[in-house]
């Protein structure tokens, strides 16, 4: 049988998933007997440390581009990575840069900025021709189909000369595969299926065909299917047919979240999955802001979410001029190799002998120098940038302490999913480009709603919505 889970921000679908298959354990399905399939690696692993058994018995909790690697008997070296695309880049003279440099969560969307790439990338997760892909107009109109055909040639070509496969390859050969070559599998279960491809569908497809007699369980939330622009089929996920259970009741969100969180898909207009849920007992706040000055950032948690990466560049330096310690995916916000040098050179201040490594780590910013232990390390680390020097040195008089983690993290929408904090900032700046899209079809303005959904529900207590610079680019929430 088929089972549906509509699992709304906060409710436990993952939860709900993970007691199923404990409950399989149970009743003696023996481990290597259930597949359970994931969105990213780090929600594989997760899945994995909660349940009643070591990894290595657990050969099937694992992402859907793992299970083609393994069946397949791939080695690593034998992968697509961001550095050959931007490889192939260079040799044709276009500049192609990546977000996750070694895409280490196995996400099958494309996350580089090439928008030629993009398409390709696309059409292969949507199992159609570039042509097809083109033709949809979804593209800047200024792109070229001879130049996406061009480039289309050759990135077959790269990967036939260095044999690589894409993650899309792996996929579709993995489909190729005959029954026998399937495991046999008595429960099967597939978190965050809003967001699985046409092409994912098909090797779903072809798991439930060679196990036609398995439990089925597929888990996700319509309203929070956000990558509809790199080919993620939600229509697919909303009719499949299946005995179907809506989670009704947030451990998450306060009720001053949830009723801003109905603004977003109350304008939903094509097809969506109607459910009612509930918040927990927590009434919270939410309001708009102008600027950061209208909240005290030097206590509590706090999440600040984009929906763009220039406007996160741009909050990033606003949190530097503010002294604000922060992270972002890509680590602290601070320099950590001067952070530890001036804490090593604080250390020799008062007596203390260091070692070989870290008077090294010292001398990369002072030369070598005799050091003075009446001076203070931002004086006499000449070597080191003056900026990050005073960031690091004011955030230090400020209170901040850089050895703990941030109390702040930064982050784009869609980077986000998943997450959540206790307060959240929500820049409502959506930027030209996004406009543009909206206007376009009511399924991008659909998508684009499911996106501030998102970064509303992240918030826990209480959400904060820092409005747009310009009041005609920024989102109506």
């Not at 080191?384 to 040195?393: C, F, G, H, L, P």
């Not at 610079?469 to 929430?477: S, T």
Request: aromatic share 12%; with cysteine; proline share 3%.
């Amino acid at each position: 049988m088929i089972h549906k889970i509509f699992g709304p921000p906060g409710t436990g679908k993952t939860y709900k998933l993970i007691s199923r298959a404990k409950a399989y354990v149970r009743i003696g399905t023996p481990l290597h007997k259930i597949g359970y399939f994931a969105f990213t690696r780090k929600a594989a692993a997760e899945a994995r440390t909660r349940m009643p058994a070591d990894d290595n018995k657990l050969p099937y909790f694992q992402t859907l581009h793992s299970f083609a690697y393994h069946r397949i008997g791939l080695k690593e070296e034998d992968i697509m990575q961001p550095y050959h695309y931007e490889e192939l880049g260079k040799e044709l003279g276009i500049k192609v840069k990546f977000m996750d440099k070694y895409n280490k969560e196995e996400i099958h969307y494309l996350t580089c900025d090439n928008p030629y790439f993009q398409i390709i990338q696309r059409a292969a997760n949507r199992n159609t021709t570039v042509d097809e892909e083109f033709d949809l107009n979804e593209h800047d109109t200024r792109l070229q189909r001879n130049t996406l055909k061009d480039i289309e040639r050759n990135l077959k070509n790269y990967k036939t000369k260095k044999r690589l496969l894409d993650f899309n390859d792996m996929i579709k050969k993995v489909i190729s595969l005959d029954a026998e070559e399937f495991p046999s599998l008595d429960a099967i279960f597939i978190d965050e299926a809003q967001d699985l491809s046409p092409l994912q569908w098909m090797l779903y497809d072809k798991l439930k065909a060679y196990n036609p007699k398995t439990d089925i369980y597929l888990a996700g939330d319509d309203d929070q299917a956000i990558f509809g622009w790199a080919g993620a089929d939600v229509r697919r996920f909303i009719t499949e047919p299946a005995k179907e259970k809506i989670l009704k009741y947030s451990k998450r969100i306060s009720r001053a979240v949830q009723e801003e969180s109905q603004i977003p898909i109350g304008q939903i207009v094509g097809l969506r999955k109607e459910k009612q849920y509930y918040p927990r007992n927590y009434q919270g706040e939410s309001f708009h802001i102008n600027n950061l000055d209208q909240i005290d950032l030097t206590k509590g948690k706090w999440l600040i979410l984009t929906r763009t990466i220039s406007r996160l560049m741009r909050m990033q330096d606003e949190l530097k001029s503010r002294h604000l310690y922060f992270a972002t995916k890509k680590g602290k916000s601070y320099r950590v190799a001067l952070y530890k040098a001036a804490t090593y050179y604080a250390d020799w201040q008062i007596g203390k002998i260091l070692e070989e490594k870290e008077i090294n780590a010292v001398r990369d910013f002072t030369g070598i120098t005799t050091w003075n232990v009446k001076k203070e390390w931002y004086t006499v680390f000449t070597q080191a940038d003056e900026e990050e020097k005073n960031y690091i040195s004011r955030m230090l008089e400020g209170g901040e302490k850089l050895s703990e983690e941030p109390r702040i993290w930064l982050s784009t929408i869609h980077s986000i999913k998943g997450g959540e904090e206790d307060n959240v900032i929500l820049c409502l700046d959506m930027g030209d480009k996004i406009l543009k899209a909206i206007k376009k079809s009511t399924d991008k303005a659909d998508e684009e709603h499911k996106v501030w959904y998102v970064g509303t529900t992240r918030a826990r207590n209480n959400l904060y919505k820092l409005k747009a610079k310009i009041k005609r680019k920024g989102y109506k929430l």
